[in-house]
């Protein structure tokens, strides 16, 4: 049965990306196309009630700086997260990740937390902690991929997860005394209130296929841009984005737009943690495989740096490989002489290690990079880091573009 729905799920994805062919695929995409006007309606609905105050915001007294985008994946967003994670927590603040663990297995327990005096935080009052910042907690199964890589790359920065950010977020504060809440995808997460916006969009596919869910990859209309305090546009490769900065600019006129790049670093083995520069692939006969949105620009990246893809393999999104799945793959490498196995650093947290590793099997660090708008980038850090009551003065300012 899972895998039945992993290979609709992939299915589905093929529609809306264009990948799917024949008659299924278009009469798919015709009836998604009129679910998708519906849910516009829902969408901006949803928005006008938070807008209006007929659905409450939580106001926790603390900085939540929201790192989202207005599509479904491929943004690049958790390296941008993890970028300004360190910037806070090298600048001295208490940085607290909330994320809700897409796709990550309940406990089937709660965590015991003991309070200073002793006493244990109550059951319903949990989230799943991953990290405290010291200690890493849960493995990705739990955690979520995302959530779990974080906290593997993020010494002295916490990552609570739960659906109930709001109650992330009140743990965070209260027992692990956060100064700074990062939301995790949130622009959708309106329950909390964001002091500030951090939108990404990916400088090669903007706006998706143009339309919202389920025809497209569309959260929400371009329009609502305006909703960002900062735009960064994602993926860069160092050719001009004037047109698309001129189009986000038609949204939102005043919010600081950041180039960045989505740079790989090096290359490391799942297994020996064994580190090789990416001159290391050239001319390498590679077999690639991946559970993540956009798959074409991974294998890309690993064909411009000069491998030979000669094998691709791809899941649905966030999919839990088994042995089988990996075994299976690594045989077919063996069978037409591979030189390694090539996945991503997301899929890497939850690859499970094959019967026998006959091919040398890696991941392909990745890192941000800003291309232009450093001073902007770092003005925002600073602000970040201001004492709250200059920061509530300056908020007051940017009320016109808030939900």
Known sequence: ????????????????????????????????????????????????????????????????????????GGTGKTPVV??????????????AILSRGYKSKKLGYSQKWHRA??????????????????????????????????????????????????KGARFAIAELETETLLLDDGMQ????????????????????????????TLREPPRNLRRASYILITKCDGSSNADLISRIRKHNPVADIIECAHDPIHLEN???????????????????????AVPEGFENSLSKLGAKVE???????????????IDDFTQRCVERDMDIIVTTEKDAVRFPRP?????????????????????????????LCTPPPVMDSVLKTVGEYRV
């Open 311 to 325: 094998i691709k393999r791809r899941f649905s999104d966030h999919h839990r490989f088994n042995r089988r799945d």
């Open 82 to 95: 993890e970028l300004l994670a360190k910037s806070l927590r090298d600048r001295g603040r208490k940085v």
């Open 117 to 166: 005096d002793g006493r244990l935080v109550s059951p319903e009052l949990m989230p799943k902690v991953v990290s405290t910042g010291s200690a890493l907690l849960l493995d990705s199964k739990f955690a979520g991929d995302e959530p779990f890589m974080l906290a593997k790359n993020l010494d002295g920065v916490a990552v609570i997860v739960d659906k109930d950010r709001v």
């Open 355 to 383: 019967t026998e590793i006959n091919v040398p099997i890696w991941f392909l660090r990745i890192e941000v990079r800003i291309l232009s708008g450093q001073a902007e980038w770092d003005a925002m850090v600073d602000l």
């Open 270 to 292: 799942l297994y020996t943690r064994e580190r090789e520069p990416l001159e290391f692939l050239k001319d390498k006969w590679v077999g690639a495989i991946s559970a993540i």
């Open 1 to 72: 049965m899972k895998e039945r729905m992993d290979e609709l799920e992939q299915w589905g994805a093929d529609v809306i990306f264009g990948r799917a062919k024949g008659f299924r695929a278009s009469l798919a995409r015709a009836l998604m196309l009129g679910l998708s006007g519906v849910f516009r309606g829902l969408v901006q609905s949803r928005i006008g009630l938070y807008r209006r105050g007929w659905k409450p915001q939580q106001y926790l007294g603390t900085q939540v700086v929201s790192i989202g985008n207005i599509s479904v």
């Open 189 to 216: 997460y309106l329950d909390l209130a964001h002091s500030f916006d951090i939108v990404l969009v990916d400088s090669s596919s903007p706006f998706g296929t143009g339309a919202l869910l389920p025809r497209g």
